[in-house]
DNA sequence: CGATTAATGGAACCGGAGACCCGTTATGAC
DNA sequence: GTCATAACGGGTCTCCGGTTCCATTAATCG
């Protein structure tokens, strides 16, 4: 074997996925304040040495694991309505925030991301990939006609999500079901009204 | 004099400023994570024991410099047009948010809220206080006929705010004017379409 | 003003997270 | 199969955040 190869095969990879998965479930127990690389190791059945070696950090371990994260892809919803596609995103975001282990993992990585560089890029990352599935869901309601031409597609879909995480993290006002399809109808009612349309808005 | 006596005044008070003032400095310059109680001591020309008794963990500290913040108000916009006033609203977030101490400083608490249930219970505190400051421009603008009766007030603010939260902490994007006007404009388009009326919305 | 005792401050002590060393395992080239 | 070495794993050591102990300072009451 010649000098320098990389071995991602077989014990590597399997060392990688039960570390993830370990990460994410301590991650749920005890935050990222209390994520420690040694506990984790030991629930991934791996030594300790390897989890510092290889991620170093608990930050890098949730850069690595949010890279993971958003590989999984979540597909949009497509009913022909405007309010009800994005009715649809906002009722998946509130019950991934509401869910005891999705909620508490969520808020694990986004104070690892406020806490670290590459565990922000790793985030911002993560829900610019989300962002851009369901962005179609406005552009085609433009091309409908539903929409001012202009629109910021994106920036619908960040609407709809932005009042449920202000109420996870600042707030502490209740993720239900009432606050979702508010957030839904209000990001509607917006880009009707051109609120996202691009120009500049010269007051 | 009797047992069991409470001795706020003097040395008390100005050592509890004292050791707040240093406490955000702290959390300005390595983060809620870095936040090291010796280091906030010494900075407060403060023995470290007092500190550790007063507050007793990181947490307990953010929890306090919180209900401090929470007493110093900032008084709300009058302007007779409720886009004005809410969009004086985002502007005021918006350079808190941008601001690079200031920023720092609300990621930091931020973080400690998701990390301990009275620090959050500060934090929630702290802006249902600035919510009910705001809520009257919202109220009185219903007065006037802008808005569709039953508006709820405080979710129309809290409406202004959430997008730039979701950049500050989610999406990485931008926290700039140009986001504070959009959210304040979308905002209003949503609250006069009736997307924040109290009625739950029977689709 | 003087006594009482909250409240503070310095210093020694303790435990666990993280770094290091070196032997062991198993991957991939031949 | 076999060989070189990338990658893993257990044990040990170190450093620092947090606790405890006791002496010192100063806030309140008479």
């Known amino acids: 074997m010649t000098v320098g190869t990389i071995r991602p095969g077989g014990r590597t990879a399997r060392v990688r996925a039960a570390v993830l998965s370990a990460a ?105 990939v989300r962002i851009a599935e369901w962005a179609p869901c406005v552009e085609e309601a433009a091309q409908r006609g539903e929409l001012p031409a202009g629109t910021d597609a994106a920036e619908v879909i960040r609407a709809v999500s932005a009042p449920l995480y202000y109420r996870l993290l600042i707030s502490g006002d209740p993720v239900d079901a009432a606050a979702a399809d508010c957030a839904a109808e209000a990001a509607v009612a917006a880009a009707q009204a051109g609120a996202y349309t691009a120009d500049s808005d010269p007051t």
């Open 24 to 128: 994410a479930d301590a991650l749920v127990e005890h935050g990222f304040a209390g994520l420690d690389l040694a506990d984790v190791a030991s629930r991934a059945e791996v030594g300790k040495t390897t989890v510092y070696r290889r991620w170093g950090t608990t930050a890098g371990l949730v850069a690595d694991l949010l890279t993971d994260m958003a590989e999984q892809s979540s597909p949009r919803a497509e009913t022909g309505s405007l309010l009800e596609d994005l009715r649809a995103n906002a009722r998946l975001v509130q019950r991934t925030l509401a869910d005891p282990r999705q909620g508490a993992l969520f808020r694990a990585v986004i104070v690892a991301a406020t806490c670290d560089p590459r565990a922000a890029e790793a985030l911002h990352r993560f829900y610019a």
